[in-house]
């Protein structure tokens, strides 16, 4: 029996819904891959807000002698600088990241994102009493564990340095998909 080819408008017609079944399909995928990506920023967002509630709900624990200092008592001189990174690299960068951006290794499995001190707003809630404060006590509300064993010079060294990471942050700098 012979076999009827198709005529030029069946071909067509074919044609048309193979398209329209690979815009359906791409499509979808699309849609699907926005959704996730929505998602998961809004997952960031909120983390980052509890972060930011923990931060603010701390400034009320820190006493008031640290509150009030607006600089360090140890000049932040280049040996300072040094000895605040060494200080840094050995004891923050696990969580914090050795650039201070907050994505260290150990970030991702912290139930609040550690500070980034490469965003400047974020780095400006606390002054630098503030900072060596929490260096010494940590703090149960944002999972910053205390390191009182760092000798009180080298806690200032550190806040300097912590200083000047977020002096040396670009202003165009914006936090991504934290950490």
Same mark, same amino acid.
């Given at each position: =029996?012979?076999?009827?080819?198709? !005529?030029?408008g ?6 048309r ?8 399909v791409?499509? #979808?995928?699309? %849609?699907?891959? /926005? +959704?996730?990506h929505?998602?998961?920023?809004d ?6 807000? +509890?972060?930011? $509630?923990?931060?603010l709900?701390?400034?009320? +624990?820190i006493p008031e002698?640290?509150?009030? =200092?607006e600089? !360090?008592?140890?000049? *932040? ?14 004891n ?6 050795a ?8 970030? #991702?499995?912290?139930? %609040?994102p *550690?500070?980034?001190f ?21 703090s149960?509300? !944002?999972?910053?564990? #205390? ?7 080298? $806690?200032w060294h550190?806040?300097?340095?912590i200083?000047h990471? /977020?002096?040396?942050? *670009? +202003? !165009? ?7």
């Amino acid at each position: =029996m012979p076999v009827n080819k198709p !005529t030029r408008g069946t071909r067509l017609m074919l044609l048309r819904c193979l398209v329209a079944l690979a815009l359906a399909v791409l499509t #979808a995928a699309t %849609t699907a891959a /926005q +959704e996730k990506h929505r998602e998961q920023h809004d997952a960031h967002d909120a983390a980052r807000a +509890e972060h930011r $509630r923990a931060m603010l709900a701390l400034k009320d +624990e820190i006493p008031e002698a640290y509150r009030i =200092m607006e600089r !360090t008592p140890v000049v *932040p001189d280049e040996d300072s600088l040094q000895q605040g990174r060494k200080q840094f690299l050995r004891n923050c960068s696990l969580c914090h990241g050795a650039s201070g951006d907050g994505g260290g290794p150990a970030a #991702a499995a912290l139930k %609040t994102p *550690p500070a980034n001190f490469l965003d400047k707003q974020h780095s400006a809630v606390y002054g630098p009493g503030e900072k060596f404060w929490i260096i010494g006590h940590g703090s149960g509300k !944002t999972g910053m564990p #205390a390191f009182s064993d760092i000798p009180l010079v080298d $806690r200032w060294h550190l806040v300097n340095y912590i200083l000047h990471l /977020q002096q040396q942050a *670009p +202003e !165009t700098w914006q936090e991504h998909g934290h950490h």
